[in-house]
């Protein structure tokens, strides 16, 4: 087993064999299930609110993903300094690429068991509406790498600032603004400003693709404008978090 | 003899205006496959069939699907935009005698008792020609069904407390 398996494993195990890696899968499955048990008292839903549904659902497992990966991209590095580890790991003849890459290892695995922890619930709630299977494949070819680029932009945070704290706080900050077009329409960010903010920002790119798939029944492969937002923010926060990695002092 | 000459020119006028509203008929009736009772999610398709049984071609003609609902105290006209992508057929002229079929598929997407009716205008024609009423009713159907929702919302959470347990008892 090499180096970066044994941190990605060490990684992940933190978070699906804890106790405190549990009560996260369990806050995210209670948000959904809530969210659940809203929708079951409505009678009046037409076909088309259960595509909304789904489109909901979807919009929120992308933002408690991007939670889940900032808070792991961040404990990953700040966490450590906090707790002595880091040191210790850094000075272990691995190279710096090596951890790093068991490290973002560890935040890919957190978000493939939030994603498969969202899936009965999508049944659950869209098995009668329409496009269901394209919304999860929508989730998982633009959600994904949004979700992830927000556990590397916490590990450079993580990187970058000595407190943990700093770093939560930074990046909610930009994960609340980046996520904005969950709750403002398309209509309130038709100016000048609101264009440009959808066109650089990877939730804008996420949430697009999700309205066009599943409530406008597009295929995913037309949605490639939106695919690439998400793939230059990961390949960008990847290269960044490379960067800060590298440059850990202690 | 100018004054005669007038009136004949505006009672011309009047007959070929009076002969394009005339002439345009519009009938409409349900495809033969539609669903004997349909409920949310199926299509449905209607057949129209617009006819110019004058002698001169008519112009400019558009022709346009509506859809009211019915179901009392929500009598209502119904946006198309999510029931069917087709919504209006247009043609530069029908000629005499000739007939334009068109066909009109849409999506149910909400219970209820409709009235679905095409109608039809041209550029010389001055009143709306409009075919007879085509009426269904779409059964509900449920789409966030609780034996599915609950069984999921509360299990999940139950299992994931069942290994919060376990971690604590191995601990």
Do not use: C
């Amino acid at each position: 087993m090499t180096a970066t398996s044994l941190i990605a494993r060490k990684e992940s195990g933190e978070l699906l064999l804890s106790l405190r890696g549990l009560a996260w899968l369990m806050a995210v499955a209670v948000s959904l299930s809530l969210f659940g048990l809203l929708l079951v008292s409505n009678t009046e839903l037409s076909l088309l609110d259960n595509a909304q549904v789904v489109y909901d659902m979807v919009g929120i497992v992308t933002a408690l993903g991007g939670l889940l990966s900032l808070v792991v991209g961040i404990d990953a590095v700040a966490g450590e300094r906090e707790r002595g580890s880091l040191v210790p790991l850094l000075l272990t003849p691995v190279s710096r690429d090596a951890i790093l890459a068991g490290k973002l290892g560890g935040v890919a695995i957190a978000w493939a068991v939030m994603y498969v922890l969202a899936l009965p619930y999508l049944w659950a709630v869209g098995s009668t509406g329409q496009n269901l299977i394209q919304g999860m494949l929508v989730l998982a070819v633009v959600g994904s790498p949004v979700v992830l680029g927000f556990g590397f932009f916490g590990m450079i945070l993580g990187s970058r600032l000595t407190s943990a704290r700093a770093g939560l706080f930074t990046g909610l900050i930009t994960l609340i603004a980046s996520a904005s077009p969950l709750l403002l329409g398309p209509s309130l960010r038709q100016s000048a400003i609101g264009r440009a903010f959808d066109a650089v920002n990877p939730f804008s790119a996420a949430v697009n693709a999700y309205d066009a798939v599943i409530i406008d029944s597009q295929t995913i492969a037309s949605q490639w404008p939106h695919i690439a937002v998400a793939a230059v923010w990961i390949g960008l926060l990847l290269w960044l978090a490379r960067s800060a990695f590298r440059r850990i002092a202690r | 003899m100018k004054f005669a000459t007038i009136l004949l020119a505006i009672a011309i006028a009047f007959s070929a205006t009076a002969a394009s509203a005339t002439s345009l008929s519009v009938d409409l009736r349900p495809a033969a496959e539609n669903p004997t009772a349909p409920q949310m999610g199926d299509h449905l398709s209607f057949h129209s069939v617009i006819g110019n049984e004058g002698d001169t071609p008519i112009n400019a003609l558009v022709a346009w699907i509506s859809l009211v609902q019915i179901d009392k105290g929500k009598e209502q006209p119904v946006d198309l935009e999510d029931w069917s992508a087709h919504k209006a057929v247009t043609t530069t002229s029908v000629p005499p005698h000739g007939t334009i079929q068109s066909d009109w598929p849409m999506r149910l997407i909400q219970a209820g008792h409709y009235r679905v009716v095409v109608s039809a205008v041209s550029r010389d024609g001055t009143r709306l020609v409009a075919s007879p009423f085509v009426d269904f009713t779409v059964r509900q159907k449920p789409v966030v069904e609780s034996q599915r929702v609950l069984p999921v919302a509360l299990g999940i959470p139950m299992l994931i407390g069942v290994g919060m347990l376990w971690r604590r008892r191995r601990h």
